[in-house]
């Protein structure tokens, strides 16, 4: 019976860190209760790296360390979803279609682990570019990634989003056209959603301590 009940275990654990990865192809898509940034009614060029931490446990990094600013972009003449402010990996303003100062990634860290997240993004004008969000657990390993191509316009208008059944602490919009910038609008997350296991899976847990119970009861009859 123990064979039995250390794979029972075994499956269950297993079950536990396989993630499942669905894109989301819009906030409609969103399972559950969350909470959007909108990155609007600062002033332009307020640094926001830890201003949504306290609120919303959310921080925004660079690789390099740099700050991250939320810019107006309806004074550039972009479209975003909601107007005026986006955030931009850029050292000062975002001016006239160059973006090419800034960093092609940005860190979204979240306190407490969620379980889907999704945001739009703003293009750049390099064919063939790709945009990509990649998933990080509490151990920094990679959940899971999803890409999709920008359509090359100005505007911050593309949404990217992401559902796992994994937990995750950590999201990394990126783009592959090096050097320039991303743009961020209504950034969207849900939280955990997999604390708990599935019915099938708490039952296989069950037989597991079924089974360690029985053949505990049988040492002691021996």
Do not use: K
């Amino acid at each position: 019976m123990l064979p039995l009940t250390l794979l029972a275990l075994s499956l269950f654990f297993v079950s536990e860190t396989q993630a499942s990865i669905i894109a989301l192809s819009g906030p409609s898509d969103f399972t559950g209760a969350t909470t959007t940034i909108t990155f609007d009614g600062l002033p332009n060029l307020t640094i926001v790296n830890t201003y949504y931490l306290g609120s919303d446990g959310v921080q925004f990094s660079r690789d390099d360390g740099e700050p991250i600013p939320v810019v107006d972009l309806s004074a550039e003449g972009r479209v975003t979803v909601s107007p005026p402010n986006a955030l931009v990996t850029v050292s000062g303003s975002f001016i006239g279609g160059s973006a090419s100062t800034g960093v092609d990634s940005v860190n979204v860290d979240f306190a407490t682990p969620v379980s889907e997240v999704g945001a739009y993004y703003g293009n750049v004008f390099v064919p063939g570019t790709t945009e990509t969000v990649s998933l990080y657990d509490a151990s920094d390993a990679l959940v899971g990634s999803y890409s999709i191509p920008a359509n090359d316009d100005i505007n911050v208008d593309n949404f990217i989003g992401l559902e796992s059944s994994v937990d995750f602490v950590r999201a990394t919009f990126s783009n592959n056209a090096s050097g320039f910038a991303i743009a961020l609008d209504n950034l969207e997350f849900g939280p955990s959603q997999t604390s708990l296991p599935e019915p099938a899976t708490l039952a296989l847990f069950g037989l597991g301590i079924a089974g360690i119970g029985l053949s505990r009861r049988r040492l002691r009859t021996r």
